[in-house]
């Protein structure tokens, strides 16, 4: 069964992203007040691991606990501030 990495692709807005290309090794949605913090790989082989496709989405989409909101009153999921793909490791 494979295993799942997610890739940045860019800023959801479309801007310049400097950890375009690079898998993610490391993300804490409750970091900077909900926030959220992160840290990015060239290497896959410090890439973050996911069992599944629907594993690495949910984590993708994860909601901070302590910030729930935005302050537009929309869902809080700082990771989902980057365009991704999920790929399997090959």
Same mark, same amino acid.
């Given at each position: 069964m494979p295993v799942y990495?997610?890739?940045?692709?860019e800023f959801a807005n479309g801007a310049f992203c400097p950890h375009s290309g690079q898998w993610l +090794? *490391? *993300?804490?949605?409750e970091a900077f007040n909900?926030?959220?913090?992160? +840290? /990015?790989? %060239?290497d896959l082989q410090k890439?973050?691991? /996911?069992?599944n496709?629907?594993?690495?989405? %949910?984590f993708w989409k994860r909601q901070s606990e302590i910030r729930p909101l935005r302050p537009d009153g929309a869902p809080n999921r700082p990771l989902t501030a980057l365009t991704i793909v999920i790929?399997?490791?090959p």
């Amino acid at each position: 069964m494979p295993v799942y990495v997610i890739r940045a692709v860019e800023f959801a807005n479309g801007a310049f992203c400097p950890h375009s290309g690079q898998w993610l +090794s *490391f *993300f804490n949605h409750e970091a900077f007040n909900g926030q959220g913090w992160g +840290s /990015f790989t %060239s290497d896959l082989q410090k890439a973050k691991r /996911f069992r599944n496709r629907e594993e690495a989405l %949910s984590f993708w989409k994860r909601q901070s606990e302590i910030r729930p909101l935005r302050p537009d009153g929309a869902p809080n999921r700082p990771l989902t501030a980057l365009t991704i793909v999920i790929e399997p490791l090959p």
